[in-house]
């Protein structure tokens, strides 16, 4: 079965940068796009940008671009969200989840990224 | 951006009644929508995707209708398991969008 398990939480102190994990299991990694996705209470969700996992392609919301770096290994069918010069805005829950052209059947569980001095 | 505007923002139903959610799109989407459900701590669950296609393994009583600016989720016969929020998403433009959410709660 298709599943996305992501990292645990992360504690980070501002100005300091996390970077988050997505491993994919039961297809082929290369068939779909990995969207990253981000939630919080104020915000609601926003879609961060995407990677295509076979050339490394990368699409960017225009707001998060310098703030997310966007990777991926194929060799172990993980994708990479890296989150730098963080502040406490970036305190939220970031998912990942498979790009079916638009819709997203299945998503990871969720890492709680809180940022705090 | 395309805007998604969800209401109401909250619903108060008694289990077995019937709901109809609204998403409103800043501009024409054609059926670019697809309908989530949240629960507290849990991921999104993929409902319905392009308006109105129905997803394997959701029960039948989630449908969903419109086209162009308007988009509305239907549950008939609301179950205890339903209460949870409900987002739109569009895909129409490469920057995907959300609508800010209708939770659904037990009246």
């Known amino acids: 079965q298709v599943q996305l398990q992501q990292s645990g939480a992360e504690l980070a102190k501002p100005g300091s940068s996390v970077k988050i994990s997505c491993k994919a299991s039961?297809?082929?990694?290369?068939?779909?796009?990995i969207s990253w996705i981000k939630q919080t209470t104020g915000q609601g969700l926003e879609y961060i940008g995407y990677?295509?996992?076979?050339?490394?392609?990368?699409y960017y919301n225009e707001k998060f671009k310098g703030k997310a770096t966007l990777t991926v290994d194929k060799s172990s069918s993980t994708a990479f969200m890296q989150l730098s010069s963080l502040t406490p805005e970036d305190t939220a829950v970031y998912y990942c989840?498979?790009?079916?052209?638009?819709?997203?059947?299945?998503w990871g569980q969720g890492t709680l990224v809180t940022v705090s001095s | 951006n395309i805007v998604l505007t969800q209401s109401p923002a909250t619903l108060s139903v008694t289990p077995g009644e019937s709901v109809s959610l609204s998403c409103r799109a800043s501009?024409?989407?054609?059926?670019?929508i697809h309908w989530y459900q949240q629960k507290s701590n849990e991921s999104p669950r993929l409902l319905i995707k392009?308006?109105?296609q129905s997803i394997s393994g959701i029960p039948s009583r989630f449908s969903g209708s419109g086209s162009g600016t308007d988009f509305t989720l239907s549950i008939n016969r609301v179950e205890s398991e339903d209460f949870s929020i409900y987002y739109c998403?569009?895909?129409?433009?490469?920057?995907?969008?959300f609508g800010s959410g209708t939770k659904l709660e037990i009246k």
């Open positions: 989840a498979r790009d079916q052209l638009g819709w997203f059947a299945y």
């Open positions: 039961g297809y082929t990694f290369t068939s779909y796009d």
């Open positions: 990677i295509n996992t076979g050339s490394g392609g990368t």
């Open positions: 501009q024409s989407i054609s059926t670019s």
């Open positions: 392009y308006a109105s």
């Open positions: 998403q569009q895909s129409y433009s490469s920057l995907y969008t």
